[in-house]
């Protein structure tokens, strides 16, 4: 953990950044969803049609994981993070259609250093999956934690 | 939806049911992690023993991802599954290590018909990850959407 890597106290409450661009195919959405949602309106353009989805549209772990990916990519590999106790809440909010262009809002919403262990601490953030910048797809709520500076 | 599926009211408060064996080996350990978890503890076995984990272990996204796909072949493809608006809660409780054995303890908790849309209810479930059948590595709650019988 070097100096230049984001700890615990580079994460301000109240502090609204973007980041990221993942250009979701309709060859990814199918290939995730053989494997680990085959659901039919993952999988399946008819099918999907007539579905609550009305098309088309990823698995939301499949979301999940491209938001995990891009918080990677945006964040967390330049930071001391030591991985996350849970997830507090995901909504899936629309359907996440091929060829959308995703990126992620990220909130800190709240961070407290940990009493049992005085290196680390804890920073809640609300993620919002974005589709072509604009339309908030999926939101996620969750902790995360970090080395601390103090340490 | 023929009658020899799952409907909503096939899902009775209180019922607990376990299904599933997946078999979680190194190679798709790493896999994953390197499309959508590139964190070193997921990846690199020394960063891994350093790190809170004690070892590598699949990124917590694997983990539900699997347990999507145990959902889907113990009962989700054999139901009138609509899909899910969310995730109430996920935690991680324990690391999944490398030849774990996979399977899943399904709780339902509640279901409650839908009011707006009366062809529809939505049950929610407990899921627990058990690994070698039982240490349980991972708990989700969540609802799910299924057409009803009386519609």
Known sequence: ??????????????ETVTYGSYTLTREAILEFAGEYDPQPFHLDE??????????????GWHACAIMMR??????????TSMGAP??????????????AVLSVRRTTLDSR?????????????LF???ADGEAVV?????????GRRAA
Chains 1, 2 share one sequence.
Request: charged residues 20%.
């Open 1 to 14: 953990m070097t100096a230049a890597m984001l700890h615990f106290e580079d994460f301000p409450t109240g």
């Open 138 to 146: 999926m939101t996620q709520a969750c902790s995360i934690m970090f």
């Open 86 to 99: 849970g997830i507090d809440e995901v909504k899936w909010l629309a359907p996440l259609r091929p060829g």
């Open 46 to 59: 008819t099918a999907a049609e007539t579905s609550l989805l009305g098309g088309l549209a990823a698995s």
């Open 113 to 125: 250093a940990s009493k049992s262990r005085p290196e680390m601490g804890l920073v809640k953030f």
């Open 70 to 79: 891009l918080n990677c990519d945006g964040f967390l590999l330049d930071a």
């Open 128 to 130: 919002e999956l974005l």
